[in-house]
């Protein structure tokens, strides 16, 4: 978890900047490479579940935090040296590879556009394997674009909302709020929703119209709090969840809550101290909080459903709700497989060690896993023959 002070260009700042969050943060997230506190021993799993790996592919380092995208045509990703790739779905194939530069956040697409956002404020648009056109922006994003309706929507660090023609990069409108002196360096919440968009603007979430930038609603999640910059840091973090007409998002180290984007309401809001975002479907919602516990609520009303300990003070990507398991992965390279029960651990298994670019992503009826290393592998996953 990194910050970036809105208004502040010098790189020397900035690294202050970043170093004085970590330190402030250190007893609940730790920084560097591995916790503070030693991470509690797992046991036993009893491994009850059949996973066959697909498809492998070597994709060399990722050295962003990486938003896989998927689509029916297959699946894009890119590293930091500006290398974006699509892979069919089915075998794992590349089917095209371009070079477009350094990046901060990519991928977004609809199968026909694919979209990434450069490290000097750039959004770039990539079509067939070959880039199309570029934009420059005002501010960074760490948001990979939106790509849907033959439009590109882009979320800025800033956490201005801008909508571009996928086709000519011409700019159909912006909308920007007042900028909060302090957001972080990672994914915020853009999302479609029904004939809507939606994005996360500090605390609160946001209903826009599409075509025109209208906004439709919004609603808090999280509210500023505190006497200094730090204290009153209140971000939206993705991935954020969606089932139905309902929305729920974190805010980041504050609080988690679900909103429902008929009429605005927030449905339910909870205390989570955590930086990573969250997943459910249409019955439960699932998050970490950054000591490694990982609760489960009832999505309509918030009731607690379980929580497990098991990687208690263990660094954890966001995790994923399958139709099979729970899962979710830790720093040092694990993944594991909880019951939607009564969250029990009933899997674990390792990688290359190298910890996780990218949460686990569903792909169709596939877990994709993207390793820092670059092993990107292809799960399918079912309950173990008796």
């Known amino acids: 978890m990194t910050l970036l002070r809105t208004h502040l260009r010098s790189p020397g700042l900035q690294k202050l900047l970043m170093w004085v969050g970590c330190m402030a943060l250190s007893l609940v997230l730790g920084c560097g490479s591995s916790p503070r506190v030693k991470p509690t021993d797992v046991g036993a799993v009893p491994n009850s579940l059949r996973l066959q790996s697909a498809w492998t592919y070597a994709a060399g380092a990722i050295d962003i935090p990486l938003a896989i995208a998927v689509n029916a045509k297959g699946l894009a990703m890119a590293n930091a040296r500006g290398a974006v790739w699509a892979l069919d779905l089915s075998t794992g194939r590349e089917l095209w590879r371009t070079q477009v530069g350094p990046l901060s956040a990519g991928v977004g697409s609809d199968g026909q556009f694919y979209a990434v956002m450069g490290q000097q404020s750039e959004l770039i648009v990539i079509r067939d394997g070959k880039e199309i056109w570029r934009k420059a922006m005002t501010a960074q994003s760490f948001t990979p674009p939106l790509v849907a309706g033959g ?75 505190g006497t200094n910059d730090m204290e009153r840091l209140v971000d939206l973090v993705g991935p954020a969840s969606r089932a139905s007409t309902v929305v729920c998002a974190r805010a980041f180290q504050a609080q988690i809550g679900c909103v429902d984007t008929r009429n605005a309401a927030v449905l339910w809001s909870r205390r989570s101290v955590g930086d990573q975002g969250l997943s459910g479907d249409e019955r439960m919602l699932l998050a970490s909080d950054g000591n490694g516990m990982l609760m489960a609520w009832n999505r309509s009303n918030g009731e607690k459903l379980w929580e497990s300990d098991r990687l208690r003070y263990r660094q954890l990507t966001a995790p994923l709700v399958t139709p099979t398991a729970s899962v979710v992965g830790d720093s040092g390279g694990d993944l ?51």
């Not at 007042?178 to 809507?196: A, K, N, S």
């Not at 009933?346 to 092993?375: E, F």
Request: proline share 6%; no cysteine; hydrophobic share 45%.
């Open 151 to 225: 439009r590109v929507f882009v979320l800025s660090a800033d956490r201005s909302v801008w909508a571009f023609d996928a086709a000519n990069g011409r700019v159909l409108w912006s909308q920007a709020r007042p900028g909060e002196p302090l957001v972080l360096r990672q994914m915020g919440v853009l999302l479609p929703m029904g004939d809507m968009l939606v994005a996360g603007q500090g605390g609160r979430l946001v209903g826009i119209q599409p075509l025109s930038g209208a906004v439709l609603w919004e609603a808090a999640i999280g509210t500023s709090r």
């Open 336 to 386: 594991y497989f909880f019951s939607h029960q009564d969250g029990g651990l009933i899997h674990r298994l390792g990688s290359d060690g190298s910890g996780w670019a990218a949460n686990p992503t569903a792909a169709q009826d596939r877990i994709i896993t993207v390793t820092r290393k670059g092993l990107v592998q292809a799960w399918q996953i079912s309950p173990a023959q008796p």
